[in-house]
């Protein structure tokens, strides 16, 4: 009996179109340019020659949901995948054998949408790779001002963030990358030599000074700040106030902790001031004659600052902690020797208007 040869080829991959359409739109409805990317590449399961499957569990992420689909914002990013001449482009691009050249109206529709939700450095991606970042930093630092010259300023600040927020890192290795705010190491910086006067004290600096400071680290861009230098002291306080406000929802957390950490300093400086008394000035193991006089640690102030303790915690580990969960902390405490430990404290200037202006204070509060 003759048996013939098995056919053993594999049945052609069919792309379901209606799946690799709603799974762009979702990302660009949700801004995200990596799964964005991702559905272009050489594996993905957009293409009619990749392995790869929409209906395999692991691809799930990929595809909206319900609710997502009931959103305006999914319908428009649906209804401009499914344009004539972009989907053309997309089929094309899929179906070459090459890395794909994406879509332009998307990648900007993309890059729009991470901005409105907060996703900056996704946007600064999406733009750069059109070259047009610089030109829409430029746009949004232009109706920053525009709103300032308003009156507007939680619109000002908005656009300042939206701005500096796309920078790019071009000396980063081993390509250029988003600017990436890092608060513990910046911190760390602007503490990194310990005060031996009022004016190396940040807290403790004149307001015209405190506020170059506090927007250029806040801004995380020197320029960004200096456009801000010909604005009226008023018009920066409010500024500074609104981008704390911004730049941390939580702030209020931290003000709570702040009051509460000055009112033990008050008292730990008033048992140095009266352990000095008792020695005739000499200053030798004062944080020992504290802890025998009133049974405290002075870590008790940087762990009240931060909420909780730190196990054997140095000045440096409450810094970096503190300035992570609340970046403008850092502004408002120095570093302190006190006897023989080194610790962060709450320092403000009582006649400057700052620490009213950002609430650290009450209003009722005096020098």
């Known amino acids: 009996m003759f048996f013939g040869k098995k056919n053993t080829a594999a049945a052609p991959k069919i792309v379901n179109q209606e799946l690799t359409t709603k799974s762009l739109a979702k990302t660009v409805a949700e801004g ?8 272009f590449q050489a594996f993905s399961p957009a293409r009619p020659n990749s392995s790869e499957r929409f209906e395999d569990s692991k691809y799930s992420y990929l ?43 998307l990648v900007i529709a993309v890059a729009d949408n991470a901005v409105r939700l907060g996703k900056y450095t996704i946007a600064s991606q ?18 920053a001002e525009k709103a300032l010259d308003d009156d507007n300023v939680r619109r000002a600040v908005h656009g300042y963030l939206v701005a500096t927020g796309l920078e790019y890192n071009y000396a980063a290795f081993p390509e250029p990358l988003p600017l990436v705010a ?11 030599v310990y005060p031996q006067s009022a004016e190396d004290c940040i807290p403790l600096q004149q307001p015209e000074q ?36 911004q730049r941390d929802p939580n702030w209020r957390d931290f003000v709570h902790r702040y009051r509460e950490a000055c009112g033990l300093m008050r008292d730990f400086e008033a048992r140095i001031q009266h352990a000095i008394a008792e020695r005739g000035g000499a200053r030798v193991s004062l944080a020992r004659e504290i802890e025998e006089m009133a049974g405290e640690d002075p870590h008790k102030i940087p762990a009240t600052l931060l909420g909780r303790t730190i196990e054997n915690g140095e000045w440096w580990q409450y810094l970096k902690e503190i300035a992570y969960t609340h970046p403008a902390s850092a502004l408002f405490v120095s570093r302190q020797i006190i006897g023989e430990t080194e610790i962060i404290v709450p320092r403000y200037r009582g006649d400057s208007p700052v620490p009213f202006a950002v609430g650290l204070l009450p209003a009722t509060a005096t020098t």
Do not use: C
Request: glycine share 0%; net charge neutral; aromatic share 10%.
């Open 63 to 105: 595809l909206p949901d319900a609710d997502l689909e009931s959103k305006p914002e999914f319908r428009t990013a649906l209804t401009q995948v499914r344009a004539d001449a972009t989907w053309q482009h997309i089929q094309r691009e899929l179906d070459a054998n090459r890395p794909a050249q994406l879509p332009a109206e």
């Open 126 to 143: 999406a733009y750069e790779l059109l070259r047009i970042r610089r030109r829409m930093q430029d746009e949004f630092f232009a109706q």
């Open 210 to 245: 405190f506020l170059r400071t506090a927007l250029t680290y806040l801004l995380l861009d020197p320029n960004a700040a200096a456009r801000l230098e010909s604005r009226s002291i008023q018009t920066r306080l409010a500024f500074l106030a609104e981008l704390i406000k």
């Open 32 to 39: 995200d340019f990596v799964n964005f990317r991702l559905l």
């Open 182 to 192: 890092d608060w513990q190491t910046k911190a760390l910086m602007l503490h990194g």
